[in-house]
Each structure stands twice: as structure tokens, then as C-alpha cells.
């Protein structure tokens, strides 16, 4: 039987025809404006109920926002998929530029009917829930209801969402301009001279050849550098901005809101970083052991996604995509086939081609039930891991198409949780097929370098913010300051197991300048860590499983994730139990590979 070759470029034209030049897209975006109007004046004229009974009003307003939701959904994942996939693209820029505005325009909107919901009386509330089906969207309505208390008033909050436009969300687009004109000349495989992109250039620091990546992080560094003011001039206006919103909302604490998006208690994350941190000294063997392997006293920065095995082991994306597919199908159908979909319709744009940005992700669009997922794929079993990650995302998404369109918004930790587990099943199945020790070894410790990322980059980056906020409160940050901000917190996640550090690390993470989600780090980590309880339970119950998890996953934009773990795993994740053995889990894959590398 003939395999189907699967492209590597994504098809975008299914969505919106002519790439940014689309006509279709372009009345797309007229009927967004038309639409968050509509609901803007359906909002402004929306009394206030005084019974129970009254209810058709606001159901009326609650469906013209699920169509201005994912309308703007839909225009702001086909303008990420235009600018990732060329970063020259000018009339992307232009077109983020206007989504930009018409979300701002959607949240201002929002922000009265949220003002409107305080405004009704508790009885009448919870009347109002029990009727028109509005019971199944209750979390909800009723989380909106409670932040809206929490925040200023809606004249206010209008005001925000406009400063924002052309301040805080324009700082975070500035970063992605200066980004796309990063140019970092080097040596390719050949020896010839060639201008990388940054995405590109990411990708040596996973050679095996130690020379090529030294080199590499010397001119990574100088390239981040030389705009480094740039960058700590973006960093310092968005958190800026974001501090003094906080401030005149009267919170205190820069978590507040981070942990209010993931619905996740400060006792969940404080108890998840404690376990951690208990066992991180593990991982300095780890580190220390393949510092040996690699004929080095202690490891590098650059050295971390280095490959330990003699040669390097490349797959095609072909290859990749097969064994992505058989191994979803032993847990479960479902999974199995909406990949092999995504693959056949060309959901995914893998090429290793200059002008991409750096970087994966997967983006959801609601109006067409697709998704698109991006990265550049250059055959190391890391790209093959991030593969089967975004398709664990698209997946999340497909599990939930016949949620109520309201209960889909869910937050990171939850959606990294998906993206984890599809990845382990891959990493699990690809070390039980290697054909050799050297290859077992290989892949065991692709597995490890995932949780050091978790444990140590992620907590590094939690710890830089942490303190950068702080200071922040005190005054602009200089970049001398950011460095030493950065290597100060690699130093204490990494137990100060490392040689060399990234003090640019700051300016060349995107996740820093994500305006959408504050704090983009510690969600990763509870995802991973979550996963590795599901994971746990599928090895347990086989194929049959499938169903337990996309019912766990369908519940996951409408409750807390306390609630969420203790419906359907039964544990409490404000306590250490549970994060203690999800990372023991991953401690026996570090004891496996000390007794295998004790020669």
C-alpha cells in the first residue's frame, strides 16, 4: 500500500484565499467590526433583569458574543499564520495591527455587559442560570461576573483596552518587527556562508559537532545584543503598563492575574515548585553526566540540546509523520485520525526555509473547526517531539467541538497539559523502537532534556520575571540589569550546574512580550507535570482510556483545575503528593540513564 506523501508547507488558502492580499479576509475583517458593534449596541441597550423570567435579552447578547468571539479567533489565527510564516510580510503586520484593534474594541464591548451582570440582583442571578440552558455555561458567566468586580470601572476599562492599543499591544508588536529583522551570518553544513534566520540559527544548538555550536551562541549573543536596548525598551513599557493597571485596580501581587487566567490557586503553583525544587538535584547528575559524555567538566548553555550520541540520528518528515500516527493510534483512534487528517489537508507548515519565525505553535480556527500548527522541522528527534506536541494542542481543540462555544476558552496550563501528554506518548514509543543502545540513549535523554527544560528553563524564566517585575515597580530596568536578572535566575534553577549562561535569554524569548497572557512560563510546567498523571492512567487502562481523557479535556475551560484534577484523576494539587510523584516519574528516566552512561 502507497503511503500519501504529506506536504510540508501549510494550506492556508482553505481558510482565506491570496495570503494578506486576501479580498475574502479583508471583508472577514469588516464583518468582525460589524459584528462587535452590533453587540456593542445590544449591550448598551440590555436592561437590567429584575426577574428570573427575563432572561431572553441576555441570551440574545451572550449569542451575538460567541459569533464576535470567534470571528475575531478566526481573524487573529490567520494573521499569526501570515506573520510566522513570513516575517516580511508588511501587510500581515498591517493586518495584526487592525485585529489588534477590533479584540481591543470586543473587550470593551465586553467590559459593560460585564458591569451589567454585577448589576443583577443574586436571586434573580442564579434564577437566570437555571433558565434558557444558561446553566451550562454558569462557570462562566459567573467567573466573568466575579472579575468584573474585581476590576475598575467600565469607563475605565474602556480607556485600557484604548491606550492599549497603541501602547501596550504596540510594544509587543514592535518586538516581533525587530525580531523579523534578525539576520545572523554563519557557516552551513557545507562551509558556505549563509545569512540564518533566528529560527534557523536556534536550531544548531542541537549539532553535534560542540565547535559549530560555540560559535553559534557567540554570534547568537552578539545579534541579540546589538538590539538589546531595543528589546529592554519594549520589556520595560510592557510591564510598565501592566503594573500600573494592576496598581490602579488595587492588586498587589503581579501573579494575580496570571493565576486568575490559568484558574489555578497560588498554593497549586507554590506547592508544584516546591516538589520541584526537591528534586532537582537528580538532574545536576544528569547534567553533570553528560557533561562527561561530551568530554566536558561541566556543561554550557549551548550545550544543553546537544546530541550524546556519535552521529546524529535525522528522520523526514515523512517518517516523523507515520510514527506520530501509529503510536496515537495504540491509545486511541480518535487521536490517531484526526493527526493523520491534519496531515493529509495540510494543517502544518514544517519547511526549514529562511524568513520563518522561531519557534512552534498551534492556532485554532473556530469558524472552520481546523486548526494550523507551525515550526520548522529539520529531522532531530527534538522536532519530531515538538511535532506530536502541536498536534496535541490541535487535537485539545478537535475534542471540544461540540462544547458550548463559551466553555472553549481554555487557559494555557490546561492546553499544555494536552500538547505534554501527545508528546510523551511519542517520546515514550520512540525509545522502546530504538534499534540500538546508542540510539536508546539518544532518546532517553531527548526525554530528560524536556523535563530539565520544564524544571530548570521554565523555573528560570519564572524567577527572572518574578524579580523583574519588582524591581520594575521601582523604575525602568536597565539592560545590564536584565542580564544580570537572567543569569542570576538560570544560576538558581540550573543549581548553578552549568559553565556558561544565556544573559540575552530575555531578548530573545518571545514568551517575555506575549501581550495576551502575563507570565507565559509556569503554565508549561503544570502542564507537563499534569500530563504525567493522565499519562499514568492511560498506561493503566489501555485503549480504552480515549474516552475518560477527551472527557477531561472537554471539561477544561469550565472549572478550576482543582476541581478539574479532583473530578477525574481524584487528587488535590494544592498538596505536594501529587506533583511529588508525577516528577519521581520522571526521575526514573535520569536513573536509567546514569546505569546506562556508568561506563
Keep these: 500500500m502507497t503511503v500519501k506523501q504529506y506536504k510540508e508547507t501549510w494550506d492556508l488558502d482553505s481558510i482565506f484565499p491570496g495570503g494578506s492580499e486576501s479580498p475574502q479576509f479583508a471583508a472577514h475583517l469588516q464583518e468582525v467590526d460589524k459584528v462587535i458593534t452590533e453587540l456593542s449596541e445590544q449591550i448598551s441597550s440590555m436592561k437590567i433583569p429584575n426577574d428570573g423570567s427575563q432572561s431572553n435579552e441576555l441570551v440574545s ?136 534566520s533566528a529560527g534557523q540559527a536556534a536550531n544548531v544548538f542541537s549539532s553535534g559537532n560542540r565547535n559549530r555550536r560555540e560559535k553559534m551562541f557567540s554570534k547568537w549573543q552578539q545579534a541579540w545584543d546589538e538590539k538589546s536596548e531595543f528589546f529592554a525598551t519594549a520589556l520595560n513599557h510592557l510591564a510598565g503598563f501592566r503594573l500600573q493597571v494592576y496598581k490602579e485596580r ?63 540520528s535525522k528522520v523526514t518528515y515523512q517518517e516523523a509523520a507515520e510514527f506520530i500516527i501509529d503510536q496515537f493510534a495504540k491509545f486511541g483512534p480518535e487521536m490517531a485520525s484526526f493527526s493523520k487528517k491534519a496531515f493529509e489537508e495540510s494543517w502544518i507548515e514544517a519547511e526549514d526555509r529562511d524568513g520563518k519565525r522561531p519557534g512552534g505553535f498551534c492556532t485554532s480556527f473556530p469558524e472552520s473547526e481546523q486548526s494550523r500548527i507551525f515550526m520548522t522541522f529539520s529531522g532531530s528527534a527534538s522536532n519530531v517531539s515538538t511535532l506530536a506536541h502541536e498536534l496535541g494542542h490541535a487535537f485539545h481543540g478537535f475534542a471540544m467541538r461540540d462544547v458550548h462555544p463559551l466553555n472553549r476558552n481554555y487557559a494555557m496550563n490546561v492546553a499544555e497539559t494536552a500538547s505534554t501528554f501527545a508528546e510523551m506518548i511519542v517520546a515514550d514509543a520512540a525509545v522502546k523502537h530504538a534499534t540500538d543502545e546508542e540510539e536508546r540513549l539518544a532518546l532517553l535523554e531527548d526525554k530528560i532534556q524536556r523535563s530539565v527544560a520544564f524544571y530548570m528553563n521554565i523555573h528560570a524564566r519564572f524567577l527572572f520575571e518574578t524579580r523583574f517585575y519588582e524591581e520594575r515597580k521601582q523604575g525602568v530596568v536597565s539592560t545590564e540589569r536584565l542580564n544580570d536578572l537572567m543569569v542570576e535566575a538560570q544560576k538558581e534553577a540550573y543549581v548553578d550546574a552549568l559553565s556558561e549562561y544565556d544573559p540575552t535569554f530575555w531578548s530573545s524569548k518571545l514568551h517575555f512580550y506575549i501581550t495576551g497572557v502575563p507570565f507565559y512560563n509556569f503554565p508549561y510546567t503544570f502542564g507537563y507535570l499534569f500530563s504525567l498523571g493522565i499519562y499514568a492512567r492511560a498506561l493503566e487502562s489501555g485503549a480504552e482510556f480515549e474516552d475518560q481523557y477527551i472527557a477531561l479535556l472537554k471539561d477544561t475551560a469550565s472549572m478550576t483545575v482543582e476541581d478539574l484534577a479532583n473530578k477525574h484523576l481524584g487528587v488535590d494539587l494544592t498538596q505536594r503528593e501529587f506533583w511529588e510523584s508525577a516528577v519521581k516519574v520522571t526521575v526514573t528516566d535520569v536513573e536509567e540513564f546514569l546505569k546506562l552512561t556508568e561506563k
Design 61 to 196: 447578547v451572550l449569542s451575538t458574543f460567541q459569533t464576535a468571539a470567534k470571528k475575531v479567533r478566526q481573524a487573529g489565527a490567520f494573521v499569526s499564520c501570515l506573520e510566522a510564516q513570513n516575517t516580511k510580510d508588511i501587510k500581515a503586520k498591517a493586518h495584526r495591527s487592525r485585529v489588534t484593534a477590533l479584540s481591543a474594541s470586543l473587550q470593551t464591548a465586553l467590559s459593560e455587559l460585564d458591569e451589567k451582570l454585577t448589576q443583577i440582583n443574586e436571586t434573580v442571578w442564579e434564577n437566570l442560570l437555571s433558565a434558557n440552558g444558561l446553566s451550562e455555561i454558569a462557570y462562566i458567566l459567573n467567573e466573568r461576573r466575579r472579575r468584573a468586580t474585581e476590576k475598575l470601572s467600565v469607563k475605565e476599562e474602556k480607556l485600557i483596552n484604548s491606550l492599549a492599543i497603541d501602547g501596550y499591544h504596540a510594544w509587543g508588536n514592535l518586538y516581533d518587527t525587530i525580531v523579523s529583522s534578525i539576520r545572523i551570518s554563519f557557516e552551513s553544513d557545507e562551509g558556505i556562508s549563509k545569512e540564518y
Design 250 to 312: 488595587g492588586w498587589n501581587s503581579v501573579l494575580q492575574e496570571p493565576l486568575d487566567i490559568n484558574r489555578m490557586s497560588s498554593q497549586t503553583l507554590d506547592a508544584m515548585w516546591e516538589a520541584i525544587t526537591a528534586h532537582k538535584a537528580v538532574f545536576v547528575k544528569y547534567l553533570n553526566r553528560k557533561a562527561t559524555l561530551l568530554g566536558q567538566d561541566k556543561l554550557a548553555w549551548y550545550d544543553l540540546g546537544a546530541p550524546i550520541a556519535s552521529a546524529e
